[in-house]
């Protein structure tokens, strides 16, 4: 058995090596020294939080109160707004920086505006939205795409509500978020190599994140969901079927 599970490891760390430069097999390696995510980052928890923040709006599109929408949104994004925030936090680009931030942080204030403010603010949203999109096309530093991708999701369901509130049509909108979530999707799909197990007789997929993180299971998908976990491709991957009602 131990010759068995040497042999997998040593032919799991040349495919890595090959594939994405990693040293030998282990399933749910924590994220290296050098990764750049906060330490005070909760990834599962901003996940959950932009989930129920995008789901709010479905609502809301659906015929829903547009007031229990908003509140809702709120207190998604309030549950982990520090942890958004220390996402945005990591983003080069300050203007990007900057109006994810403003998104995150004055839209609970949204109801207390005056129209034109509310209009602003709809405009502001959105601009930041398109800001970011045009970043995912530029950046080739996949830490810098992950958290882009974190921000993206925080100011999503933010300039959706906002422009509805403010009078604005979203049919423009929804159509750059499904293709920057696209973009976070593509731009952190894991490299995945399919190994022998001489333990279940079979293969199994063995898959690496960029930072790193790696994991197996039967089917790649699979492997994938769990080596992307902590990142904003997972967000991405459940966003896209949300944006896809809309």
Known sequence: MKRKLIGVAMAFAVAVTA?????????????????TVHPNVDPV???EAIKAAYDAYKTFFGGGSSANATAQIIAAIKAAEREIINHIDAIAAADARACAQSAVLNFPD?????????????LTATSCITEIDSLLSAVTDKAAKDQLGFSLNAVGPIALMARSKAGLHNDTLVPVLRES????????TPRCVNLFDPDSHGKRWFCTA????????VTQPDAQDDAM????????????????SL
Request: aromatic share 8%; no cysteine; hydrophobic share 40%.
């Open 181 to 188: 979530n696209q973009k976070v999707l593509t731009g952190l």
């Open 229 to 244: 976990v902590n990142t904003s491709w997972e967000i991405a991957k459940n966003t896209l079927p949300q944006l896809a």
């Open 45 to 47: 928890t901003v996940a």
């Open 19 to 35: 594939v994405a430069g990693a040293g030998s097999a282990q399933a749910a390696t924590p994220r290296p020294a050098g990764s």
């Open 110 to 122: 949204f109801d207390n505006l005056t129209t034109d403010n509310k209009q602003n603010f709809a």
């Open 210 to 217: 960029y930072n790193g993180f790696r994991a197996d299971d």
